[in-house]
């Protein structure tokens, strides 16, 4: 059902399901710049066309059409929408080098927790953790499931956080406010950036 797919859940009554929680997810839909949405728009129709030619909306297309319908236009405007909200909800997949590192050069023992991107997911429960550039939990990868654990003591009624990148410990408060607005559509408001925690190098 289309209209119960879409249907937005609030607080009091959120319907805990993977379909709801990646849908609802923010998207910025009206800050995104004319030249990402063509992009995403050219990326949702070349994935409609795909489909098409899959015979996946019934008979395959194999030559292109000139009208689209109605079940076409559905899942291009959904495809259209799940490529906007995957660019401020994905997390990166990482793993650790340093067993990697040590086999190379035996002689250095020093652990010096380096790690490499795998990949891209989408976890929608842990998307809905806001941002701290002061976090205050850590995660790790088993497999395909994200593990998060605290990072320092959380006390009862604190809220739960997570890094979107930019480390209080380690980058200024301006470039990361700048790089926060840049990338995630928000003025940062965390406890870090308005006391101006000062990093480690201060």
């Known amino acids: 059902n289309k209209e119960t797919l879409f249907a937005s859940s609030s607080a009091e009554s ?34 409609l066309r795909t489909l098409q030619i899959s015979g996946y909306f019934g ?14 236009l559905y899942i291009c405007g959904l495809s259209f929408h799940v490529f906007e909200l995957l660019q401020f909800n994905m997390h990166g997949i990482t793993e650790a080098t340093d067993h990697i590192e040590a086999e190379r050069r035996a002689a250095i023992k020093d652990y010096e927790n380096k790690t490499r991107l795998g990949g891209n997911a ?19 990868f088993a497999g395909r499931t994200v593990v998060v654990i605290a990072s320092k003591n959380i006390c009862k009624g604190d809220e739960v956080t997570e890094g979107y990148f930019p480390s209080a410990q380690c980058i200024p408060r301006p470039q990361r406010r700048t790089w926060l607005a840049e990338h995630y559509r928000f003025d940062c408001q965390c406890r870090a950036c308005m006391l101006n925690q000062p990093n480690l190098q201060e």
Not at 62 to 71: F, G, I
Not at 122 to 140: E, G
Request: aromatic share 8%.
């Open 14 to 47: 959120y319907i805990k399901t993977p379909q709801h929680n990646m849908l609802n997810l923010v998207a910025h839909h009206d800050q995104m710049k004319l030249e990402t949405s063509l992009w995403i728009l050219i990326s949702s129709a070349c994935h």
């Open 59 to 72: 008979a395959a297309k194999l030559k292109p059409c000139t009208s689209l319908t109605e079940d076409e």
């Open 122 to 140: 989408l976890y929608p429960t842990f998307a809905l953790f806001n941002h701290s550039c002061d976090n205050n939990t850590h995660k790790y």
